[in-house]
């Protein structure tokens, strides 16, 4: 008889199989019903969705959209790499010896400085900051802050892109935006208060190159302003599509409430100052005064440019400056818009 070989049972757990053997791993198992139920689901938008996609409404929601995009996007990049350029390798102290002393003699002046920083209101809030910690007049750089996003060379080139054949609209746009800012900065050197406007703090930060802040600052804003133009080419393509013409035929037919509608237009849409001309081209049904106006709105008051007003300057400063320069906004553009369009 055979004697039987001891078995050593040290160690045996370690030689057992995986308990998952001959199972399939839990991957496996949903994969071929996620698949399954994705072709079900385009099956199923070919047929329910096809009739749609064709649809003349659609085409033309299309159309508009990748219009609006195309032909804002290379402003809209030029200048916001130009305003990180002058933002990064321009001191603020180029400023505080450019401008006169004297402050109702600086709010013009100032004004017409916002001529060369070609960028959008996201860059004016930082700049017009900075021109403060380094004693400018707050009244003087309110006034480039308003000035900058709407007269500088880039916005005035897309805006006379926009409106090919009608030069009037980018003069129109000149003279009330820069009317705008020297008013608002003159009344606010007249009522404005310390209390409501504290001097802010500079945050530029320590060590910093000025190749790394210029590549920061053009990443932040064409990252914040590109979202924004998408949301305003999508908005101003369903208004063309979705709303009714008679709507907007019996608006836009009404002087007063057409320019209303188009300034309460540019503030909820918050586009960037490179990218709304194209938009308010797109807006065939309403008078160019109207245009004019949500022109000159929207670079000043928008709710991007509230949020970052309240976050460097404070929520007492925006309750009293963001009314002014949107009744200021709106009245000069009636006057300018029945004096030259």
């Not at 129109?172 to 009317?179: M, N, Y």
């Amino acid at each position: 008889m055979a004697q039987e070989t001891p078995v050593d049972w040290a160690g045996a757990e370690d030689q057992l199989p995986p308990d998952t053997w001959g199972r399939r791993p839990a991957r496996e198992s949903w994969l071929p019903w996620s698949f399954v139920f994705l072709v079900a689901l385009l099956v199923a938008g070919r047929v329910l969705l096809a009739p749609y996609l064709t649809a003349p409404a659609l085409q033309t929601w299309a159309t508009i959209f990748v219009a609006v995009c195309v032909q804002a996007l290379p402003f809209l990049v030029f200048g916001v790499a130009l305003s990180a350029a002058i933002t990064a390798f321009v001191p603020a102290s180029f400023w505080t010896r450019a401008l006169p002393r004297k402050t109702y003699a600086a709010v013009p002046v100032a004004g017409v400085a916002g001529a060369v920083l070609p960028g959008c209101e996201c860059a004016s809030v930082p700049v017009a900051s900075g021109l403060m910690a380094r004693g400018v007049e707050p009244a003087a750089a309110l006034a480039f802050l308003l000035a900058s996003p709407a007269i500088n060379p880039v916005v005035l080139v897309a805006t006379a892109v926009a409106f090919p054949g009608n030069p009037e609209m980018v003069v129109a746009r000149f003279g009330a935006s820069l009317a705008v800012a020297v008013l608002a900065g003159w009344i606010w050197a007249r009522f404005g208060r310390s209390e409501w406007l504290p001097v802010p703090r500079r945050t530029a930060a320590p060590g910093q190159s000025k190749g790394g802040a210029f590549v920061d600052s053009m990443c932040h804003d064409l990252l914040h302003t590109g979202g924004f133009l998408v949301i305003g080419g999508l908005t101003a393509a369903t208004l063309n599509v979705v709303v009714p013409r008679s709507w907007l035929t019996s608006v836009a037919g009404v002087p007063v409430v057409s320019v209303l509608v188009l300034a309460l237009l540019a503030v909820l849409l918050s586009i960037c100052s490179e990218a709304d001309a194209f938009v308010a081209a797109s807006l065939t049904a309403f008078s160019p005064t109207a245009k004019l106006a949500f022109l000159v709105v929207g670079p000043m008051v928008d709710l991007k440019l509230i949020a970052l007003q309240a976050g460097t300057f404070g929520r007492a400063f925006v309750w009293r400056f963001v009314p002014l320069t949107l009744t200021l906004a709106i009245g000069v553009s009636f006057i300018t818009g029945w004096v030259l369009l």
